[in-house]
């Protein structure tokens, strides 16, 4: 299958600082790329849709100026958390869509757990 | 390396019982998650397992036995709209998610 991966797996930063996470397609190209967060026990949280070349759609109640994401290719969008918080403490996946003959098929990145101190 | 492998689809009859299941191969345990995705939606949480045994939640119940790296997804008394894709994903020792291929259940009338 097609693989999705993410950088890096784990980061732990202090307070105020900038954390970069990077999500890749591996073995295909990508036009659209979604990241999620997720909370303990509870759904994966939409919080944007990246499209290649364009500005990303953030999801309503999500910060888009704290929440940068850039889609500069299309096997790679980064998600960069501006001025961390502990309340951004959580695991954050991304997911890639591949088109498939007329039918879109969605992979999983392993995710990226951010601990913020 | 590590797998999840899980059956890539299924077809029940509306008011039965299905029985999803998944088997694993990871580095390590922390926990397992099921999922519940239709076409062009985010997934949704339905359950979370770490330890072994039997979990239930209304029509839905989730079972983990860890030393055999098994785990189902047990629905009951099946509705229409409960066809969709069923994810289960593996958290590691390293807390990375692996995730299944995904069961797509089709439900008939």
């Known amino acids: 299958g097609a693989v999705v991966s993410q950088h890096p797996s784990r980061v732990i930063c202090k307070s105020g600082t900038s954390v970069k996470i990077e999500c890749r397609s591996l073995?295909?190209?990508?036009?659209?790329m979604f990241w999620y967060r997720q909370f303990p026990k509870k759904s994966l949280m939409l919080m944007a849709t990246?499209?290649?070349?364009?500005?990303?759609?953030?999801e309503q109640g999500v910060e888009k100026d704290k929440f940068l994401i850039n889609h500069a290719s299309l096997t790679l969008s980064t998600l960069t958390v501006t001025s961390a918080h502990p309340e951004d403490s959580s695991f954050y996946i991304c997911s890639a869509v591949r088109l498939a003959g007329g039918q879109d098929e969605q992979f999983f990145g392993p995710g990226t757990r951010l601990t913020v101190l | 390396g590590q797998n999840i492998d899980q059956p890539t689809e299924m077809t029940a009859t509306e008011g039965a019982i299905v029985q999803i299941n998944c088997t694993y191969q990871t580095s390590g345990f922390n926990g397992l998650f099921w999922y519940q995705q239709h076409a062009g939606e985010a997934p949704t949480f339905l359950s979370y397992?770490?330890l072994d045994g039997l979990e239930e939640k209304g029509r839905f119940s989730s079972f983990l036995s860890r030393s055999k790296g098994y785990s189902y997804l047990l629905l009951k008394e099946l509705q229409m709209k409960d066809s969709a894709s069923y994810l289960c994903a593996v958290i590691d020792s390293n807390y990375q998610l692996i995730w299944g291929a995904g069961t797509k259940l089709i439900i008939k009338p």
């Open positions: 990246s499209n290649e070349g364009s500005k990303a759609t953030y």
């Open positions: 073995d295909f190209q990508a036009t659209t």
């Open positions: 397992n770490v």
